[in-house]
C-alpha cells in the first residue's frame, strides 16, 4: 500500500471518529440536556410552568382541573420536543461539512472553522428557537388557560400570560445556552485531541516514510 492510499485511509478514519464524536455529543446535547434536562425535568416539583401556573391559580383562588392541565402540558412539550430535534440535529451536518474541507497541511484549522461554524449555527438555533417557544407557547399554553381551570378569572389569565411568554421563554432559551456552550467546549476539545492524535501518527509513524 502506497503512502497516499495510508493517508488516505488514516483520514477515513479520523473522519469517521469525529462524526461519532459529534453524533453522540449532540445527541447527548438533545436528549440529555434539552429534552431530559430543560423540556422534561427530572421531577415533577420542578416543572416550572406547572408550578407556576398553580401558584398563580392559587393566588386567584382557582382550581385547576389537573387531567386537562396536564394533557396540555404534554401536548405542549411534544411538540416542543419534535421542532427541538429538527433544529439541533443539523449541528451534526457541520461537522461532516468541516471534515470534508479539512487541510491535508492544516488539519487543526479545521476546530477553529469548526468553532466559528457553531458560534454561527448556535446564534440561527437561537432564534429559531425564540420562534418555536413563542409560537407553541402561545398556541399551546396561553390558547388553552380557559380550559385549565373551572372559573373565568381576568387576573389569574393576565398574570400566568406574563409568566409564560416572558419570563418562561427567556428562561428556557438561557438555560439552553448554557447547555449548548458546555457540550460544544467538549466537542471542540475532545476532536482537538483526535487531530492532535493523527497529525502525531503522521510525523513519526514510519509508515509515512
Do not use: C, W
Not at 503512502?3 to 446535547?29: F, P, R, Y
Not at 401558584?55 to 389537573?66: D, G, P, R, T, V
Not at 461539512?97 to 438555533?125: G, I, Q, T
Not at 411568554?165 to 476539545?189: G, H, P, R, S, W
Amino acid at each position: 500500500m502506497v503512502k497516499e492510499d495510508i493517508l488516505k485511509q488514516h483520514k477515513e478514519i479520523l473522519m469517521t471518529a469525529g462524526v461519532e464524536l459529534a453524533t453522540n455529543n449532540t445527541n447527548s446535547l438533545i436528549e440529555d440536556d434539552i429534552i431530559n434536562g430543560v423540556i422534561e425535568v427530572p421531577l415533577e416539583a420542578m416543572d416550572t410552568v406547572k408550578q407556576r401556573v398553580l401558584n398563580i391559580a392559587k393566588h386567584n383562588n382557582l382550581i385547576l382541573n389537573s387531567d386537562k392541565f396536564n394533557e396540555v402540558l404534554t401536548n405542549y412539550k411534544d411538540d416542543l420536543k419534535k421542532e427541538f430535534r429538527n433544529i439541533f440535529k443539523r449541528r451534526i451536518d457541520i461537522i461532516k461539512d468541516n471534515y470534508s474541507k479539512m487541510d491535508d497541511d492544516k488539519p487543526l484549522e479545521l476546530v477553529k472553522n469548526l468553532k466559528k461554524e457553531l458560534v454561527k449555527f448556535n446564534k440561527d438555533a437561537k432564534k429559531e428557537e425564540k420562534q418555536v417557544l413563542t409560537s407553541l407557547v402561545k398556541e399551546k399554553l396561553v390558547g388553552n388557560l380557559d380550559l385549565i381551570v373551572k372559573d373565568s378569572n381576568p387576573n389569574f389569565k393576565k398574570e400566568a400570560i406574563k409568566f409564560l411568554q416572558n419570563a418562561y421563554v427567556k428562561q428556557i432559551l438561557e438555560t439552553i445556552d448554557m447547555k449548548i456552550l458546555v457540550k460544544d467546549t467538549i466537542l471542540l476539545n475532545s476532536l482537538k485531541e483526535q487531530i492532535e492524535r493523527f497529525v502525531f501518527t503522521m510525523e513519526n509513524s514510519h509508515l509515512f516514510d
